[in-house]
């Protein structure tokens, strides 16, 4: 396969993926068949099944984009962090609040399907538990550490439910209130 190939080939699972999202958002996740994903993304049925042959397979391709992307950042963000200490905590504050913003829609429609499959946390489980360890181990206190991440991660799932109401004010003093922890500047 050729670049242009392997690009309009991600293109396209990405604009089916984004279609998936649209609906499991808009009309529920009963509502997601292959058909309508098909419809939404404007491709044939056959079409959908050639990148994703089904809906369990389009599920997985839904956490497979949204992991390997998130992890992805959270690596290079880290990567680019000069000070080694706090790092990947850092790292994994600021990509949070940036998934919230980039990828809310697809990361609430995952979350709503996954519901349905608990089969699709499996893999996410793994992932994370090397985030929790280098979260750990990174050079700060382990406890400051992981309450920083557990505060992300309350504020990540109280706003993918709606239960949240931040001013963008606010939400920009509790990121920096939580990376300034890392560097022990509270």
Do not use: C
């Amino acid at each position: 396969m050729d670049n242009k190939t392997v690009n309009e080939t991600m293109d396209t699972k990405q604009k089916v993926l984004k279609a998936a999202a649209h609906i499991i958002n808009t009309e529920g996740v009963l509502s997601l068949t292959l058909e309508a994903v098909a419809k939404e993304a404007g491709l044939s049925k056959g079409g959908l099944l050639y990148h994703f042959p089904s809906k369990d397979a389009l599920m997985e391709g839904m956490n497979d984009y949204l992991l390997n992307r998130y992890i992805s950042k959270v690596r290079n963000v880290a990567d680019m962090d000069s000070d080694e200490r706090g790092r990947w905590t850092r790292a994994y504050v600021t990509e949070t609040f940036q998934q919230l913003d980039d990828e809310y829609d697809m990361n609430a429609a995952f979350l709503a399907a996954a519901g349905t499959n608990p089969t699709l946390f499996a893999s996410m489980k793994e992932q994370f538990a090397e985030i929790q360890s280098l979260v750990e181990n990174d050079r700060i206190d382990p406890i400051v550490a992981t309450v920083v991440k557990l505060a992300v991660d309350g504020l990540y799932f109280n706003e993918l439910f709606g239960q949240l109401y931040l001013t963008k004010e606010l939400r920009g003093k509790i990121l920096q209130f939580l990376i300034d922890l890392t560097r022990e500047k509270v």
